[in-house]
C-alpha cells in the first residue's frame, strides 16, 4: 500500500522452518518494512516508517524507522515470531542521522549515531538481545557503559568483529583519515552488552594502504577496500582490494589493482563471513555497473585481470588551487586526448562522497560521440580521505568553488578544450559548487547541466520541514546565505542552463529552480526539463537522453524552453 519502489529484499529464516523476505519499499515521501513468508505471501509483520534492517538470528531483527523529514532517527527490536516489539534509541538531535549494521559473524550490532562530522557507536551483544524478555523500551542497551566512540569533534568511526577483537575503520583529532585500528580484546557479556573499550584504546595497524573506505572480515581473511596513495605528482591513485592475514591483521595475503577508469569498488550482499567469493559492484563512467563475484583464492592477480579498461584511454593529472594540488581524470577516446575537442566536466564535492561519474550512460555517449569527460576530484568529496572532505566543508566551502574553476582552467591550458566546446554537469548538492562556479567566472563553459539541483541554500537552511534544511549547517556553514548563487550580486550567466527537476523531489524543491531561474539577469537562454513523477533519485536514463540531446545540439538556445509537463504556476512557492 505504498506508493514507491521496492529498494531491497532480505531472506531470514523463522524458526519454524519456513523462510521469510523483508521487503522494504521507498520513495521520497515514505517507507516501509513488509515481512512476508516466502511460500505463501502471508504478511508477517509490518514495520511502519521502517528504513534499514539487519537480521540478528531466524527470528530477531533491528531495524530503523524514519521521521517526518525522511531522517533516520530511532532504531527498534523486533521478534517476529512473537511479534514483540522495543525501542531501543531515539534521537532527539535534528542533525544526526541513525544506523544500525551487524558484524560479519553476527556476534554483536553497532548502532550508529552519526552527524557530518562525528560519530557516536553503541555495541550491543546479539544473544543477549535475543535471549532477553525485554519491554518495550529498551533504551538501557544504548548508554554510557557500551558507548566505543563518542561524537568527538571530526571523529568518524566503522566497526567489525574478529576473534575476539573489534576492528575499527577510524580518524582521530591527529590524523584526519580513516585509518584501520584493532581494539584490545572484548570482555565478556554483561547482563546488557559486551564490555566496550572505547576508541581511543584502538591501536592502528601498522599498514599504510592509502585512503580507506571499507572493511568486511570473512574467515579467510579481511577484505580492505581502499585507493592506493597518490603518486609523485600528485595523480589520484587507483581503486584496490587487499587482503589480510586473519591471524595477521598486518600481513598482506594478496591484493586486486583495478585499471585507472575505476572510480570506487563498493561491497555487494556479503552477508556470510564463511562464504567463498567476494560479491563487489565495479563503478566506472566508461562502462556501465558490473557485479563481480571473485574467489578470494583470486587475490593474488595483477592489476587489469579481472576487468579491462575498456575502449577508452585514461590519463590523471593534477590542477593548482589555491596552493593545493587537486586531482583530475580525463577520459577518451585515444584520439581526443590530445586533440582539442568538446569536454564535460563532471563534479560534486560535497559529504565526503567520491565523484563516481557514473550518469548511467550519459559519459559513455558523450565519448563514442568524440568528446572527452572530465572527473573534477574537488575538495569536500572522499577521493582522498577525510581530511580531504574537511578541507571543503563548511566555511571552507568555497574550496570546492575553486576547485571545480581551476580544474576547467587546467585543462583548457592543456589546449585540451575550450571555453566554447565546455560544458559543466552536476547533481543534487552538487549543483550548488557548480551554478557558484559559473556565475563567478560567466562563460568559463558554454553549457550547464544541472540534475535534481540543490540550489536555494538560505532559503532551504530556513525551512524546518525539508529533510534538507537547518541539520546541514555543518556541510556548508552557520553563514550559508553567502555561498548561494542566488545571494550573488548581479546573478549573471554566459551559458545555455539546462536544469532536470522531479516533480515529487522533497530534497531539491521545484521552487529551488523557480528561485534560481527568476534571480537570473542573462539571456542565454535557461532550459527545465520536468521529471512529473520522478523523485530525487529516479528516472535517470530520461535524464541522461533530454542531458544528451541538449550537450550535442548546435548552437545556443537563446529563448527559455520547457520540457515536460511544466506550469507557470507552480513558480508561487
Not at 556476534?107 to 543477549?128: E, G, I, M, R
Not at 558507548?147 to 571523529?155: A, E, H, P, R
Amino acid at each position: 500500500g505504498v506508493s514507491g519502489g521496492v529498494s531491497g529484499v532480505l531472506r531470514g529464516v523463522q524458526s519454524t522452518g519456513r523462510e521469510v523476505l523483508a521487503v522494504m519499499v521507498n520513495s521520497d515521501e515514505d517507507s516501509e518494512i513488509c515481512i512476508l513468508q516466502e511460500e505463501s505471501g502471508e504478511l508477517v509483520a509490518r514495520l511502519h516508517s521502517g528504513h534499514q534492517l539487519q537480521w540478528l538470528s531466524e527470528t530477531c531483527l533491528l531495524y530503523t524507522t524514519i521521521n517526518a523529514k525522511m531522517r533516520p532517527d530511532s532504531v527498534f527490536y523486533c521478534d517476529t515470531l512473537s511479534q514483540t516489539r522495543g525501542i531501543l534509541y531515539k534521537s532527539e538531535n535534528r542533525s544526526e542521522v541513525v544506523s544500525v549494521t551487524c558484524t560479519k559473524d553476527r556476534a554483536y550490532s553497532v548502532v550508529n549515531v552519526n552527524t557530518k562530522l562525528t560519530s557516536h557507536l553503541y555495541l550491543l551483544d546479539n544473544q543477549t538481545l535475543i535471549s532477553g524478555n525485554h519491554g518495550d523500551d529498551m533504551t538501557q542497551f544504548c548508554g554510557n557503559h557500551n558507548l566505543v566512540c563518542s561524537q568527538d569533534q571530526g571523529v568518524k568511526c566503522y566497526l567489525e568483529h574478529h576473534q575476539g577483537h573489534l576492528i575499527a575503520i577510524t580518524s582521530t583529532p591527529d590524523h584526519p583519515n580513516l585509518r584501520l585500528h584493532l581494539s584490545p580484546p572484548l570482555g565478556a557479556p554483561t547482563r546488557l552488552v559486551a564490555a566496550a573499550p572505547n576508541v581511543t584504546s584502538f591501536i592502528p595497524l601498522s599498514l599504510e594502504l592509502g585512503v580507506v573506505h571499507e572493511v568486511e572480515v570473512f574467515e579467510r581473511g579481511v577484505v580492505v577496500y581502499h585507493s592506493s596513495l597518490q603518486d609523485l605528482h600528485g595523480n589520484l591513485g587507483n581503486q584496490e582490494l587487499t587482503l589480510l592475514d586473519p591471524l595477521d591483521l598486518n600481513k598482506i595475503m594478496g591484493s586486486i589493482k583495478f585499471p585507472s577508469d575505476v572510480s570506487m569498488v563498493t561491497p555487494n550482499n556479503n552477508s556470510d563471513s564463511g562464504q567463498t567469493h567476494l560479491n563487489i559492484q565495479v563503478h566506472s563512467c566508461t562502462k556501465p555497473l558490473k557485479q563481480l563475484s571473485i574467489p578470494f583464492s583470486k587475490f593474488t592477480v595483477s592489476r587489469g585481470r579481472l576487468i579491462s579498461r575498456g575502449r577508452y584511454e585514461v590519463f590523471k593529472d593534477v590542477a593548482h588551487s589555491g596552493g593545493v594540488e587537486v586531482p583530475i581524470t580525463i577520459i577518451g577516446k585515444e584520439e581526443c586526448l590530445v586533440d582539442c575537442t568538446p569536454c564535460l566536466f563532471l563534479t560534486y564535492g560535497c559529504y565526503g562522497e567520491t565523484l563516481l561519474g557514473t550518469l548511467e550512460t550519459l559519459p559513455r555517449q558523450l565519448l563514442d560521440a568524440g568528446w572527452k569527460v572530465v572527473l573534477c576530484h574537488v575538495r569536500g568529496g572522499g577521493e582522498l580521505g577525510r581530511n580531504w572532505y574537511l578541507q571543503g566543508v563548511g566555511a571552507a566551502k568555497e574550496n570546492s568553488v575553486l576547485d571545480t574553476l581551476n580544474c576547467i582552467k587546467h585543462v583548457q591550458s592543456l589546449n585540451l578544450t575550450t571555453p566554447s566546446l565546455s560544458a559543466l554537469h552536476a547533481s543534487s548538492s552538487g549543483a550548488l559548487v557548480a551554478a557558484r562556479a559559473v556565475c563567478a567566472v560567466p562563460g568559463i563553459v558554454r553549457k550547464l547541466v544541472l540534475r535534481f539541483p540543490f540550489l536555494d541554500l538560505e532559503t532551504a537552511m530556513l525551512d524546518p520541514t525539508l529533510p534538507l534544511s537547518s541539520e546541514e549547517r555543518e556541510e556548508w556553514g552557520c553563514g550559508t546565505s553567502s555561498f548561494s548563487p542566488l545571494d550573488l550580486t548581479n546573478l549573471t550567466l554566459q551559458s545555455s542552463v539546462l536544469l532536470t527537476v522531479a516533480g515529487r523531489d522533497r530534497r531539491a524543491p521545484l521552487w529551488h529552480t523557480a528561485n534560481f531561474i527568476t534571480s537570473l539577469s542573462n539571456d542565454a537562454g535557461v532550459h527545465v526539463h520536468l521529471l512529473d513523477d520522478a523523485d530525487h533519485t529516479g528516472f535517470s536514463e530520461i535524464a541522461d537522453g533530454v542531458e544528451r540531446s541538449f550537450l550535442l545540439e548546435d548552437g545556443d538556445k537563446r529563448q527559455n524552453g520547457f520540457w515536460g509537463l511544466f506550469k507557470f504556476n507552480f513558480f508561487a512557492k
